[in-house]
């Protein structure tokens, strides 16, 4: 059975992950969320993944 989010569950959600540390996918992983779902790019969540450091 689908589990169905509120916007407000969503961005808790958010919020947790870019707290987490994890790449999208790990933390989709690790909270049974099915990587891929266009919540990740949605601007009316304010979303975008932070970028990563890059190492020279």
């Known amino acids: ?6 916007p407000e569950q969503w961005q808790t ?3 947790q ?4 540390g994890l790449s999208i ?5 690790q909270h049974n969320i099915v990587y891929g779902l266009n919540v990740w790019s949605r601007d ?13």
């Not at 996918?25 to 992983?29: A, V, Y």
Request: hydrophobic share 25%; net charge positive.
């Open 44 to 56: 009316s969540f304010g979303y975008s993944q932070p970028a990563k450091a890059k190492s020279y």
């Open 17 to 20: 992950h870019r707290n987490s």
């Open 1 to 6: 059975m689908k589990k169905h989010r509120t």
């Open 25 to 29: 996918k790990q933390f989709c992983q």
């Open 13 to 15: 959600l958010i919020n």
